[in-house]
């Protein structure tokens, strides 16, 4: 394990396209990509693939901290996270000192999402962190683990998603919501499959 992932993005923007991560590990949070700062940072990641990535911290694949974030046509396969989050955890950001926070915007377009687990929740993706949004679309969710709650996805702390046209299949969670877990949060779903 390495201190950091291979990217880190600090108030900054990312764009990436066409990588491949393979076996990337990082003793902190995000196996492969680690966003956060303020407003200003984002990253955006087309046509890639995330294999085998792993974070002792959140986000086996990537982390977002109070940034924008579009995943479109990527494929996250064996991610693992020690935190929450087994490929993609997101949450907000708040500078030391500060009370405002700076919250995350998630967008997830034709990503399949295989094989991830988490030792906190969300096997896949996480989004933990009031008003912080995710719109997830014609994505899928197969064989997912999460030791807590919500083996695919998972929605915390006051989080707001928008799901639609998504495949959840033979995803398992230790203590409940084995698709989909959602506390203290809001989720609106349309042409959602479950299995």
């Known amino acids: ?8 993005v600090d108030g900054s923007s990312l764009v990436v396209s ?5 076996n990337c590990r990082s ?10 700062g303020g407003g200003t940072a984002a990253v955006r990641v087309t046509d890639s693939a995330f294999v085998s990535t792993e974070s002792l911290g959140m986000g086996g694949a990537v982390a977002v901290v109070g940034c924008a974030a579009k995943f479109e046509r990527n494929v996250f396969e064996d991610c693992v996270s020690s935190g929450g989050g087994g490929a993609v955890a997101a949450g907000a950001f708040s500078c030391y000192g500060q009370e405002q926070q700076t919250n995350s915007t998630i967008f997830v377009k034709k990503c399949s999402f295989v094989g991830c687990s988490a030792g906190g929740f969300g096997g896949a993706l996480l989004l933990d962190a009031l008003s912080s ?7 899928s969710f197969a064989s997912c683990l999460s030791n807590a709650s919500g083996g695919a996805l998972a ?3 006051g989080a707001t998603a928008t799901i639609s046209i998504v495949n959840f299949e033979g995803n398992t969670a230790l203590n409940g919501g084995g698709g989909l877990s959602i506390i203290a949060s809001t989720a609106v779903l349309s042409n959602a499959n479950f299995s």
């Open 1 to 8: 394990y390495v201190d950091h992932p291979p990217f880190e």
């Open 18 to 22: 066409r990588v491949n991560f393979s």
């Open 27 to 36: 003793a902190n949070d995000g196996g492969a990509i680690l966003c956060y």
């Open 133 to 139: 949004s995710l719109t997830l679309y014609s994505s």
């Open 155 to 157: 929605l915390t702390n």
